[in-house]
């Protein structure tokens, strides 16, 4: 008879033990499998499984499927349908045709899904019942506890980094990739060491998907969910997998691993581990951390969530704006009185470039209009605040300071003006003007709209003075209309008059703004 012995220690571990006699598998009395060489495994937390030699497989199997699954100590399985009379069962058995070390007596040999029989003959043999084992401990109880109040991935990440070594886990290198929702970005990369001891993000763009590192890289076998990788670098094992393992093995490496971090919306994220240590990961190691794994992957989703909506509204409604609706200033009517100057940016002729371009080509071109002039207000301290059409509008809190709010936005008008010229003249580019607008005065910053849909923006009879005076620069031919109170001592404008403006109770003295 074969009585499993329970393994003293409490961790995470394996046990493959030969079962003696004939063991056969049956569904619904098709036989499937027979041997007098079949083994089981017990496995902390899972159903002891049974392994037939591959010869002792007498049930009609599919080539390959797709699905493969990765365990940090068996290896990666491949998986096929089992084919019966009249039916099928897709993805049926699977086996670790390269299995681990810690899993070596298994591979080659065959598993079957529950599913996949009805009946099991163990003859002699007594197959004890699944072993739940216990993974507390220290890091369990950081997380659940401490880790919540770590406020930003990169001090949890050198945090975790610690408790695993603290944990006896041996670790010289630990990185996270997380993808994002960030319009520029493609995600962050936390990246922790041992030898510094602290943590370097990565930010890279969508380029990196097109990149040759990239596409042969475990992160792209993980994030396309073609399971984990393992890799022991001492030794004879191969390491020409993937370029990164050679680089990791001169740097001292002796194991590797990739694993799959999954967010609630089913995008799959990448752990990967490295140890310069002689043994490496023992199996212990690696199971604890890949229980582990699910409530790691959660709080690098709410980092994520957090930075994801942050970009999002800093795209969308500013970051001035995004900031203030993070902040809780989400009801309608919340808002704050400021002075600003507010500036109305236009750009001129957009009907007939249109006409001359091609919808595609003129979308181009206004593209890089939005791009010049949001960059060059940013640059100056101001904040976009929405494209409305063919238009900017932009505000310069003055925040105490009224005179550095009308020079910002003043040389943010020359520099737009000066820039799409230069863009005018670039190889390819094509001629765009502006109108802008500009005027000082107290405004209402906050939210306006109806209950199911806000926007964060500005009120004012100053924002309404900016459009108009954009409007009436463009009739007039002038690329920069601004009103007094936006001049200082020794600035170079010709003086308009009194303009009477539309929806404007009074005139206002206006002036055009020379640009060199």
Not at 97 to 108: F, L, P, T, V
Not at 413 to 426: D, G, K, N, P, S
């Given at each position: 008879m074969n009585v499993h012995v329970k393994p003293e220690k409490d961790g995470?571990?394996?046990?493959?033990?030969?079962?003696?006699?004939?063991v056969s598998l049956h569904h619904d009395g098709v036989l499937l499998a027979?041997?007098?060489?079949?083994?089981?495994?017990?496995?902390?937390?899972?159903?002891?499984?049974?392994?037939?030699?591959?010869?002792?497989?007498?049930?009609?199997?599919?080539?390959?499927t797709e699905l493969q699954t990765f365990c940090p100590f068996k290896g990666?399985?491949?998986?096929?349908?089992?084919?019966?009379?009249?039916?099928?069962?897709?993805?049926?058995?699977?086996?670790?045709?390269?299995?681990?070390?810690?899993?070596?007596?298994?591979?080659?040999?065959?598993g079957f899904m529950p599913n996949a029989f009805t009946d099991v003959d163990f003859g002699d043999n007594e197959i004890l019942?699944?072993?739940?084992?216990?993974?507390?401990?220290?890091?369990?109880?950081?997380?659940?506890?401490?880790?919540?109040?770590?406020?930003?991935?990169?001090?949890?990440?050198?945090?975790?980094?610690?408790?695993?070594?603290?944990?006896?886990?041996y670790l010289s290198r630990m990185a996270v990739m997380v993808w994002s929702l960030h319009p520029m970005i493609a995600g962050k990369n936390f990246v922790w060491s041992k030898e510094s001891g602290e943590v370097t993000t990565f930010a890279p763009s969508y380029e990196i998907h097109d990149h040759p590192a990239y596409q042969n890289s475990p992160l792209r076998h993980v994030s396309n969910g073609l399971g984990g990788v393992r890799h022991r670098l001492s030794g004879s094992h191969p390491t020409d997998a993937f370029p990164i393992l050679e680089d990791l093995k001169k740097e001292g490496a002796t194991d590797y691993v990739a694993m799959p971090l999954r967010f609630s919306d089913g995008r799959i994220n990448v752990l990967t581990l490295t140890s310069d240590h002689p043994t490496g990961f023992s199996t212990e190691n690696l199971g604890f951390i890949f229980e582990c794994s699910a409530v790691i992957g959660r709080y690098y989703e709410v980092f994520m969530q957090r930075?994801?909506?942050?970009?999002?509204?800093?795209?969308?409604?500013?970051?001035?704006?995004?900031?203030?609706?993070l902040g809780g200033e989400i009801h309608r009517g919340d808002g704050d009185d400021i002075?600003?100057?507010?500036?109305?940016?236009?750009?001129?002729?957009?009907?007939?470039?249109?006409?001359?371009?091609?919808?595609?080509?003129?979308?181009?071109?206004?593209?890089?209009?939005f791009e010049i002039t949001s960059t060059i207000v940013h640059e100056n301290g101001g904040e976009v605040l929405k494209f409305i059409g063919d238009a900017v509008l932009a505000v310069f809190p003055a925040d105490g300071d009224p005179k550095a709010a009308r020079a910002q936005a003043l040389n943010?008008?020359?520099?737009?003006?000066?820039?799409?010229?230069?863009?005018?003249?670039?190889e390819g580019g094509h001629r765009c003007e502006c109108a802008i607008g500009i005027a000082y005065g107290g405004v209402t910053y906050g939210n306006v709209g109806s209950r199911e849909r806000l926007d964060f923006t500005v009120i004012g009879q100053a924002a309404n003075i900016a459009a108009r005076l954009g409007d009436y620069g463009k009739a007039l031919g002038h690329p920069i209309v601004v009103s007094q109170d936006i001049l200082d001592a020794g600035t170079q404008a010709i003086p308009l008059g009194a303009v009477t403006l539309h929806n404007v109770s009074k005139p206002v003295e206006s002036f055009a703004i020379s640009v060199p």
């Open positions: 995470y571990s394996i046990l493959i033990e030969q079962l003696n006699g004939t027979q041997s007098d060489q079949a083994k089981v495994m017990y496995e902390t937390r899972l159903t002891p499984t049974v392994y037939f030699p591959p010869e002792d497989v007498v049930a009609d199997l599919s080539k390959r990666t399985a491949i998986y096929r349908d089992l084919i019966l009379p009249g039916t099928s069962i897709k993805n049926a058995t699977w086996a670790y045709n390269e299995a681990q070390d810690e899993a070596s007596a298994i591979r080659g040999h065959i019942t699944r072993d739940d084992g216990n993974i507390s401990g220290p890091v369990i109880d950081w997380l659940l506890r401490e880790a919540a109040y770590l406020p930003t991935p990169e001090e949890f990440t050198a945090a975790l980094a610690d408790k695993l070594r603290d944990q006896g886990v930075e994801n909506a942050q970009a999002l509204l800093e795209t969308y409604v500013g970051k001035r704006s995004g900031a203030r609706v002075d600003a100057a507010i500036m109305f940016c236009d750009l001129r002729g957009s009907t007939l470039l249109e006409e001359e371009l091609g919808r595609a080509d003129y979308i181009k071109v206004l593209n890089q209009f943010s008008a020359r520099a737009i003006v000066a820039r799409l010229e230069a863009f005018a003249q670039e």
